[in-house]
């Protein structure tokens, strides 16, 4: 059974300010995916993707 992950990001100040994003990385050399994750503002979580 999959555990559900809980995790505060959040401040008095800012509330749910922060998103984690998740990216597939294509390795040039094998040819597999990896995972890439961070966490970005919400307010750049578009610019975030388009890198």
């Known amino acids: 059974m999959a555990k559900k992950v809980v995790a ?3 401040t ?3 509330g749910k ?3 984690k994003v998740i990216r597939a ?3 040039p050399k ?3 995916y990896t995972f890439k994750e961070e966490m ?3 307010d750049d ?5 388009k890198a």
Do not use: C, E, M
């Open 25 to 27: 990385v294509k390795s």
């Open 30 to 32: 094998t040819g597999a």
């Open 12 to 14: 008095k100040d800012n």
């Open 40 to 42: 970005v503002p919400v």
């Open 8 to 10: 505060t990001l959040k």
């Open 17 to 19: 300010a922060f998103a």
């Open 45 to 49: 979580v578009q610019n975030a993707l």
